[in-house]
């Protein structure tokens, strides 16, 4: 049985949590999910590392929502080597999924990133665990988590 992190925050707008565990029970079994939630992006890295050596996880999925100012921006990229470095310690995925604020023009379109990008992330953590074929048959697909995707680019043969 693989078991899976899922950590988020009380300072994102959306509970992406929810949508990225939900996702995940529709994707497969398997798996025992162990949640956690920390108050603030900065707070990630230390509760997936936790969670890594207190619940022998396989894989950790980091939801955060960065505010728009750029003080927010800054603490995300903190956040985000934080991240990285916990994954190279325990040698095990961590999916760092962030919306940032930003990047949609209002609440609704804010919930719909955030739910989208969520669910997508968790379905690639799934396929990390489980289905590692089907990441390699998107490889230079130009997938994108929450948009609509870029697509491949043509090459001339």
Same mark, same amino acid.
């Given at each position: ?7 988020? &925050? &009380? ?5 992406? *949590? ?8 529709? %994707?497969? $079994? ?24 207190? !619940?022998?996880?396989? +894989?950790? +999925? %980091? ?6 100012? !750029?003080?927010?921006? $800054? ?6 080597? =934080?991240?990285?470095? &916990?994954?190279?310690?325990?040698? @095990? ?7 940032? !604020? =930003?990047?949609?023009?209002?609440? @609704?379109?804010? !919930? $719909?990133?955030?739910? /989208?990008? *969520?669910?997508?992330? %968790? ?10 074929? /089907?990441?390699? /048959? *998107?490889?230079?697909? =130009?997938?994108?988590? =929450? ?6 680019? /043509?090459?001339?043969?």
């Amino acid at each position: 049985m693989k078991r899976i992190g899922v950590v988020d &925050t &009380t300072f994102a707008r959306v509970d992406m *949590a929810w949508y990225a565990v939900r996702a995940l029970e529709g %994707a497969g $079994t398997g798996f025992r999910v162990v949640r956690r939630t920390v108050p603030g992006i900065k707070d990630l890295p230390v509760a997936c590392r936790r969670l890594f050596q207190e !619940e022998s996880l396989d +894989l950790c +999925l %980091a939801l955060g929502m960065p505010g728009k100012a !750029e003080y927010d921006k $800054t603490c995300a990229h903190e956040a985000s080597l =934080g991240l990285i470095l &916990t994954g190279v310690l325990e040698a @095990k995925p961590v999916v760092e999924c962030f919306v940032f !604020e =930003g990047e949609a023009s209002d609440a @609704k379109g804010l !919930e $719909t990133l955030a739910r /989208r990008r *969520a669910e997508e992330h %968790a379905l690639n953590a799934y396929a990390l665990l489980f289905r590692p074929e /089907r990441l390699a /048959r *998107a490889a230079g697909g =130009g997938l994108r988590q =929450g948009f609509v995707d870029a697509g491949p680019v /043509r090459r001339a043969r």
